[in-house]
Structure formats: structure tokens, C-alpha cells
């Protein structure tokens, strides 16, 4: 069981520079480890006594309310206040994402003819849902702006000649904020003056650039 359990915590601490999310959503590659912690706990409980046994299922049974508790900030806020015993900010960013889906940035865009690249896959399945040519960031068909020594403008003729017109980026946070800072590409595109922006998302029409 040992051995399991230390294969996944070192995947876990490997992923950790690689995540484009940040270490809150590497967190995922741990589920392997409840699991198996599930299994061992299950064994040592049934070695205990009758009065032990109660103690331990209560000190669980409070360690899972406050697990219950933090799953409401995931995975924004993977370690809130012990004061926020409640929260009803799942609800606000429900209310939030229907507000973000129904904008009318959506329906133009999805009505320009070229495809789009877009880094969060929220908004990608809005565009998608549109019926419009929406590209994430891991899509192999814009590999090319991941090869060292690539230069701006050389990438960018690529892109065009791809039939890709538009690049959405979050001018804050960010999924993929790690490949951008290490990228030379979207750290260049970044300099431009975007057309628009949706939300986060600022809105770079690659054909204005350049001109």
C-alpha cells in the first residue's frame, strides 16, 4: 500500500511546475490517494476496539464536515477561513457564468468567419456551442507556436494562413497563464491593443495586427 501511496504523492509534486492552473488544481492527481488511504483506513479500523473505534469515527466524521465545507471554494479557495463555516458563492458563480454565456460578444464572434483560440474551456464550450471553430490552447492544430526559436510574426502568418483570426486571453487569472509566461508568442500578442473583450477574456482579431 506504501508503494501506491508514494508513487502517486511524487506524480502529484512532479505535476506541480506543469499544471497550468497552478498547484490548487494539480490537487486532481491526488484522487488516486484517497482512495487508497480509503482502503487502508478501512483496515486499521477494523483492528480496533469498540471504544477506540468510536472515538476515530467521530474525529472523521468532523474532519469530513470540514471537507464537506471546503469543497464549496473549490477549486478557487482550496484552504478558506475556519470562519467561513458556509458559502454561497457556487451559487454566485453560477449566476456569474449565465451572465458570461449569455453576452452577445459570444454570437459575434461565433459569426466571424476564421477560428478562434481560446484559453479557458469554459469559454470554449461557449463558443462550441455556437457552432463556432473554437481552438484550445492544447490543440495540436496550433502546436507550431510552442517551437523554440519561433519568431512573432512568422507564427502569426501561420496562424492566418490556419484560418484563425481571432485570440482570446483572460487579461487577469488565467488556466494556461504558466505556457503564456514562457511562451514568446501570447507574451508578444499581449503588447497589442486588443479589439474588444468578453468578461476576463480580451479579444485580439490577428488580421488588425500589423497594420
Excluded at 483570426?165 to 509566461?181: G, K, N, P, Q, W
Amino acid at each position: 500500500m506504501l508503494v501506491p501511496c508514494f508513487i502517486v504523492s511524487v506524480t502529484w509534486i512532479w505535476s506541480l511546475h506543469q499544471t497550468a492552473g497552478g498547484w490548487e488544481y494539480s490537487l486532481r492527481v491526488l484522487l488516486p490517494l484517497i482512495a487508497l488511504m480509503a482502503v487502508a483506513g478501512g483496515l486499521r479500523l477494523g483492528q480496533l476496539g469498540n471504544r477506540s473505534y468510536v472515538g476515530v469515527i467521530c474525529g472523521l466524521g468532523l474532519l469530513s464536515l470540514d471537507a464537506a465545507r471546503r469543497s464549496l471554494f473549490l477549486p478557487v479557495d482550496p484552504l478558506p477561513s475556519p470562519v467561513r463555516v458556509y458559502s454561497d458563492e457556487w451559487k454566485e458563480f453560477g449566476a456569474i457564468g449565465h451572465k458570461i454565456a449569455a453576452h452577445p460578444g459570444w454570437d459575434f464572434l461565433s459569426r466571424q468567419p476564421g477560428g478562434i483560440v481560446v484559453d479557458h474551456p469554459l469559454f470554449h464550450a461557449f463558443l462550441a456551442s455556437r457552432k463556432a471553430r473554437a481552438i484550445p490552447f492544447t490543440s495540436p492544430e496550433i502546436a507550431f507556436l510552442f517551437e523554440k526559436n519561433g519568431s512573432f510574426n512568422r507564427q502569426l502568418e501561420r496562424l492566418r494562413s490556419s484560418g484563425i483570426r481571432y485570440v482570446l486571453i483572460a487579461r487577469r487569472f488565467s488556466l494556461a497563464e504558466r505556457i503564456m509566461e514562457e511562451n514568446p508568442f501570447f507574451k508578444e500578442l499581449r503588447h497589442h491593443k486588443p479589439i474588444g473583450s468578453i468578461a476576463s477574456e480580451e479579444i485580439f482579431d490577428l488580421n488588425a495586427l500589423g497594420q
